[in-house]
């Protein structure tokens, strides 16, 4: 039986995107490969498609035996590369292929989160005030970003013995309150862990600024 096309491979992809089947468009794009094994873009589709299943081990398997066979370049998809080995909590190897990542918005918020899960906070700190500087003061992804600097305080201030880090958020009482808001929505979405290590955060971050404030024991405790 005869192979389809490369078009026609690339057809099926798109009708699999189009229809929100990620796991056929990785399929495609695998067997598109199989069958045209010297074209790089159905490995690029099918780890990019793992990516968004939350499929990072198999995604880097991918992208491992593309750059072995020379489909792509050693450094090809670094990002990816980067991604995956922090979803895998590699996170010494994310940062490494983190290097050959062209600087950028998208770098530095991964470089953050790398930091932050290796509990280098200053660091993360800087990369967070930084990309601050970068974006409008009223959209979603300053908020983000706000709330992310905020987490990344109150843990260094927990580390430090509860010292303060670095001057605070514009947002000042906001900032935890945002943290609170955002471990609810975390909790609706199912992922209690993530809520309990924010709501965490948030309960320093609090009685950091409230203990400024002179509120009392009791007082902040009722917050």
């Known amino acids: 039986m005869a192979s389809l096309t490369i078009e026609a491979y690339c057809a099926a992809i798109r009708d699999a995107i189009a229809g929100n089947d990620l796991a056929l468009a990785a399929q495609q794009a695998r067997v598109g490969l199989e069958n045209h094994p ?55 190897k994310a940062e490494d292929a983190l290097k050959s990542v062209e600087a950028g918005p998208a770098a530095d918020r991964l470089a953050a989160q790398i930091a932050y899960k290796s509990n280098r906070f200053e660091t993360c700190i800087e990369i967070y005030e930084r990309l601050l500087t970068s974006v409008a003061a009223a959209s979603p992804e300053h908020d983000e970003i706000l709330l992310n600097l905020a987490a990344a305080k109150a843990a260094a201030a927990q580390v430090a013995g509860r010292k303060q880090i670095g001057a605070a958020a514009d947002a000042l009482i906001e900032s935890y309150e945002l943290m609170f808001n955002q471990a609810t929505e975390l909790l609706a979405y199912g992922q209690a862990k993530e809520a309990a290590k924010l709501l965490e955060a948030a309960a320093v971050r609090a009685e950091a600024v409230l203990t400024e404030d002179n509120w009392t024991a009791e007082d902040i405790q009722s917050e």
């Open 38 to 92: 010297k074209e790089p873009e159905f490995a690029k589709i099918e780890i990019v498609a793992l990516i968004k299943m939350e499929k990072p081990a198999q995604a880097l398997d991918v992208l491992e035996r593309a750059r072995g066979a020379r489909l792509l370049a050693p450094k090809a998809m670094s990002y990816e590369a980067a991604y995956c080995h922090f979803a895998l909590e590699n996170y010494a």
